[in-house]
């Protein structure tokens, strides 16, 4: 198998890591958002630090809408009041006020992540790192940075942990 290198590994580490947290979800009532805070730093960190492999983007991978679907539906049931975020934008009085989701935002990034790690189940490292690098500059990257916001927000708030 090919070596991969140190910031390669924490980024799979981390990839792997919120994969398996996103698929436990709804098994144990309690602290799973307070993972999810901890690690979301982490991810960032981890892609933004994957050594450039090509400047060019990838297309995003096909997903299955049944599937997104299936887990946004179960985010969302697990998350309830806590799914629903205000977004602020500095634009046209009617775009004021637009709303995001957590669930949206998590079943976003947990498939663009799962595409990287099929690649590396493959033996396609260098794909996986671009794969993961390009996604988040096109698409996910925005998704990591508002859950980010939302989930200091609930932090602060202590609503991360579910009853």
């Known amino acids: 198998m090919t070596t991969l290198t140190e910031t390669l590994t924490e980024m799979v580490d981390v990839a792997e890591g919120y994969c398996q947290l996103i698929d436990r979800t709804g098994e144990a009532r309690g602290g799973w958002l307070e993972s999810l805070f901890s690690l979301m730093p982490r991810l ?53 006020h637009m709303s995001g989701s957590l669930a949206d935002d998590l079943t976003d990034i947990y498939f663009d992540l799962q595409h990287g ?19 988040y500059r096109v698409h996910w990257g925005q998704h990591l940075v508002d859950a980010e916001r939302h989930l200091y927000a609930l932090k602060v708030r202590d609503l991360l942990v579910l009853n």
């Open 44 to 96: 960032h960190l981890a892609v933004t630090t994957l050594t450039a492999y090509d400047n060019s983007d990838l297309p995003l991978p096909d997903v299955d809408l049944d599937q997104r679907f299936e887990l946004y539906s179960r985010l969302r049931k697990e998350l309830g009041d806590r799914d629903s975020y205000w977004l602020e934008f500095d634009a046209s009085p009617e775009d004021m």
């Open 117 to 135: 790690l099929q690649l590396l189940d493959e033996a396609w490292p260098q794909q996986a790192a671009q794969a993961w690098q390009s996604s």
